[in-house]
């Protein structure tokens, strides 16, 4: 059983800081691609980032030079360090990963939501 497991979050100023961590215990294979997600009231969930296992990475254009991405592939961990926060940034965050997992016998292809975690910036 593959469970994403996040931390992080909270509230803060705007102008500071916050890291949010993920990872994804169990039986897997590999980790193709984990990134984080984000949905604030009203709004579409849209991409923030995403690192794949080569480390190549992708950024929404709102969060470059801000967010930062980092995957550690041995204990199949992602985190995303946030500086600059903006209020804008004020969402719930989600951590995917998109991965391959052994399954009764088997290793079969698997896309997994965390539960998300509330990030407020404050004006």
């Known amino acids: 059983q593959v469970q994403v497991v996040e931390s992080g979050g909270g509230l803060v100023q705007a102008g500071g800081s916050l890291r949010l961590s993920c990872g994804a215990p169990g039986s897997i294979f590999r980790i193709n691609v984990m990134g984080w997600y984000r949905q604030a009231p009203g709004k579409q969930r849209e991409l923030v980032a995403n690192i794949t296992s080569g480390g190549s990475r992708a950024y929404a254009d709102s969060v470059k030079g801000r967010f930062t991405i980092s995957r550690d592939n041995a204990k199949n961990t992602v985190r995303l360090q946030m500086n600059s926060l903006k209020p804008e940034d004020t969402a719930v965050y989600y951590c995917?990963?998109?991965?391959?997992?052994?399954?009764?016998?088997?290793?079969?292809?698997?896309?997994?939501w965390g539960q998300g975690t509330q990030v407020t910036v404050s004006s």
């Open positions: 995917n990963a998109d991965l391959w997992a052994f399954d009764n016998g088997r290793i079969v292809p698997k896309d997994y």
